[in-house]
Every structure is written in structure tokens, then in C-alpha cells.
């Protein structure tokens, strides 16, 4: 018992020497630069201190798969890369409990079960190491397939004819 309130003790000296970096840091910045007071500002901190699921969906894009012989753009015109982004945009009122929530949006523990090339592709991108797949629904348009971290999906693939994943029936 001892030791578990020592331990306790300990985690929070350390949230409060963090909390006097962070008042610290914020008493450091150039206030004349700045429209906001120090006093008026709230820090903005990272996304491991929020639930994901109650924060809107956001996308990043510095991991699309652009060179898959099945890219975004390779084999769809305009109008089909607009409605798919359309569809994203919707998503983004949303919060993640609701677009977990919706058919066929899930996460993925590990890609195992994914078809061999598209394991293949993730180890020539070098993102086989990454956790926190996850598959998101586009209506009639197949689904888009990423990585999440926090509330940012990275997105990856968009799978319009589902050759990352074919159901065993």
C-alpha cells in the first residue's frame, strides 16, 4: 500500500512540474506579437489527453498511396474524386462515435487477414509498422482505408473495388 501512494505521489509531481512547464512556456511568449494575452490563452494540448471518439474526424494526406497501380486518381475522372471527397467532408460534422458507428467503418487489430499484395504494398511504403488501421465506409464507393492516430485519419488507400480486404464467404 505504501509503495502505491508513493507511485501516486510521483504521478502527481510529474502532471504538476508539466503543468509548470506549460504555464512556463506560455509566460515566455512575446505577448506584444500576439493579439491574445498570455493570461487569455489555452493551451492546446495533444490528442492522447481527449477522447478521439468525441472529436470530429480530420484527414492527412501525406501518406496516399499515389503510385498504386489502383491510385486515387489514376483510373477515376473529376466527378468520381469530387463525390469522394464530398463524402469525406460530410464525415468530418461528425464525431468518431458516429462514424464508428456507421456499416462497415471499423478498425482493423493488425492487416493479416488482408490480401497478400496489399501487405506487400505496406512494406514497400514502409507503414507495416504502423497500428490503428482502420477501414471507413464511402457509400457506393467502396471505402478508404488508413491509419489513425488520435482523431487524424492518415489516409492511405481508397479501395473503390475492395482489393485490400475480400470477405471469405
Not at 501516486?8 to 500576439?34: H, I, M, P, W, Y
Not at 514497400?124 to 471507413?136: H, M, S
Request: negative net charge; glycine residues 6%; hydrophobic residues 40%.
Amino acid at each position: 500500500m505504501k509503495d502505491e501512494v508513493g507511485a501516486c505521489a510521483s504521478d502527481v509531481e510529474a502532471l504538476e512540474r508539466s503543468g509548470k512547464l506549460v504555464t512556463r512556456f506560455f509566460k515566455q511568449v512575446d505577448t506584444n506579437r500576439g493579439k491574445v494575452p498570455v493570461a487569455d490563452r489555452t493551451p492546446i494540448l495533444p490528442d492522447v489527453v481527449h477522447d478521439y471518439r468525441t472529436q470530429a474526424p480530420t484527414w492527412a494526406v501525406r501518406f496516399l498511396d499515389l503510385r498504386h497501380p489502383k491510385a486515387w486518381l489514376t483510373l477515376e475522372g473529376a466527378s468520381t474524386v469530387e463525390a469522394l471527397l464530398q463524402r469525406l467532408a460530410v464525415l468530418e460534422s461528425k464525431t468518431w462515435t458516429e462514424v464508428d458507428a456507421l456499416p462497415h467503418a471499423h478498425s482493423w487489430e493488425g492487416w493479416d487477414g488482408w490480401e497478400k499484395t496489399s501487405r506487400d504494398r505496406l512494406h514497400e511504403l514502409t507503414l507495416d509498422d504502423r497500428d490503428g488501421w482502420y477501414q471507413l465506409p464511402t457509400g457506393n464507393m467502396g471505402r478508404v482505408f488508413g491509419f489513425r492516430v488520435g482523431s487524424v485519419l492518415n489516409l492511405v488507400w481508397w479501395d473503390r473495388d475492395h482489393d485490400v480486404y475480400k470477405p471469405r464467404r
